[in-house]
């Protein structure tokens, strides 16, 4: 593996089997440490071989300097902001990036934003949809979360429209 300081364009060279010093492109499995990392070279053109910093909107990915993003297993899903840079957020971050509104539900469980939100819950809102384009929330395995909603291992409740962004967080009692 060959890379430079940091924001600069990484390379992977072989592994330990091949010892030919080749270089490599597409997916790779990178040991690292006795860990296993999954990394993405471009294949072609003036940037052959370089490290991915992207999103890889077939396979709905996030790649950053090559390396497949997950989140780990005790956070379970991590809120990325990929507007400019790859940026992974904590809930709180995300929160006061995108002006997050806190609100109380009452004694009743209610309907905001499409979502039933459980009695005595707090959630967030905000109203700017820039939430569609610059943030994702990604998965253990690498997957962005199209739908649904995911808790963090902080216990917030993320919930995503059906177009990978984030419309809500909920943090139920």
Request: net charge neutral.
């Amino acid at each position: 593996m060959y890379g430079g300081r940091c924001g600069r364009k990484i390379y992977f060279f072989s592994n330990d089997e091949d010892h030919d010093g080749s270089m490599k492109t597409g997916n790779q499995t990178v040991t690292i440490d006795g860990d296993n990392f999954t990394f993405k070279f471009k294949k072609s053109g003036t940037a052959k071989g370089q490290g991915e910093n992207a999103i890889d909107n077939d396979k709905h990915k996030v790649y950053l300097g090559g390396m497949l993003f997950k989140a780990g297993s005790d956070d379970k899903v991590k809120i990325l902001n990929v507007s400019s840079a790859v940026v992974d957020l904590s809930v709180k971050e995300f929160l006061d990036e995108v002006g997050g509104t806190e609100n109380q539900t009452g004694d009743s469980s209610e309907k905001i934003n499409g979502v039933t939100v459980k009695k005595n819950s707090t959630y967030y809102t905000w109203t700017a949809d820039t939430t569609k384009k610059n943030y994702v929330l990604v998965n253990t395995s690498g997957a962005m979360v199209k739908s649904g909603s995911k808790k963090d291992g902080d216990g917030y409740k993320i919930v995503t429209d059906n177009n990978y962004g984030i419309k809500m967080v909920v943090v139920e009692d």
